[in-house]
């Protein structure tokens, strides 16, 4: 209900050469007259010797039911991707497929979602890339509107008081996506006096994920989470980190 900003960064699979990295910033609140909501995203990710830069926009309509609210979301952007070729080490001196570096490419993102909210309820579904890309050569990318190729997401959670200092929140989101399967998460949030935030997650059969944040005053808030790969790679890496810094303005929208 008031404005705020967030910053992320993530280190996945440490130790792992060319292992993915990215960093975000998410700024979102609400307007004045309280029915309509913003979003803006900035991302940037570097997988191998690929980055990819992006800048998002959402919109969000509220609808105030009885004892509920129920929120429609509509989210558009860019991104830019650049391939460093020339970077790759290969076994033939002078690979002319490895020579040069691809040019820039940019990819139209769209993205729907709804959200419901109880005093001790939430649920949301979303499908966050409606876009399909397809990269007819390192100049072309062919973008086309696609919602049987769409990644699905389902989350839902529920929220008890356990006693006046201890609330309780447990999750879980599902993940459908046509080109890697299902994934399931299952988590737990225990928050203590509103101002120690600890989690447990588990991806099913990929990795368990542990999180602690703490509430510096009413308006930042800094948070820390790792997580253990339970699959093959985990052999090769010392496992994934984030940091998270939030800072809430009070009382303000547009």
Known sequence: STLAINVNY????????GAPASQSLTIHG??????????GLITREEVGVSTEI?????????????KSKLQFGLGGGIGVVNSRWSDVVTD?????LFAVDAPATMRPMLSVGVYFEQKNFYAGYALPALMRYEFQSPEEVKSQFSVGQAEHIF??????????????????LFRANPAIGAQVDINTNVIFK???????????????????EYQLNHQLRIGYSYDYGLGQISR??????????????????F
């Open 10 to 17: 993530r280190s996945q699979w440490t130790g792992f050469e």
């Open 30 to 39: 609400p307007f004045s007259n309280n029915k309509l909501a913003f979003g």
């Open 54 to 66: 992006a800048a998002r926009g959402v919109i969000a309509y509220r609808l105030k039911l009885d």
């Open 92 to 96: 033939e001196l002078d690979d002319p």
């Open 155 to 172: 989350t839902a959670g529920y929220i008890h008081k356990y006693n006046r200092y201890v609330v309780i929140k447990p999750s879980f």
């Open 194 to 212: 509103n101002k120690i935030w600890t989690g447990l997650s588990y991806r099913l059969k990929e990795s368990v994920i542990a999180l602690l």
């Open 236 to 253: 090769y890496t010392a496992g994934s980190h984030e940091v998270m810094l939030m800072w809430v303005f009070s009382k303000r929208s």
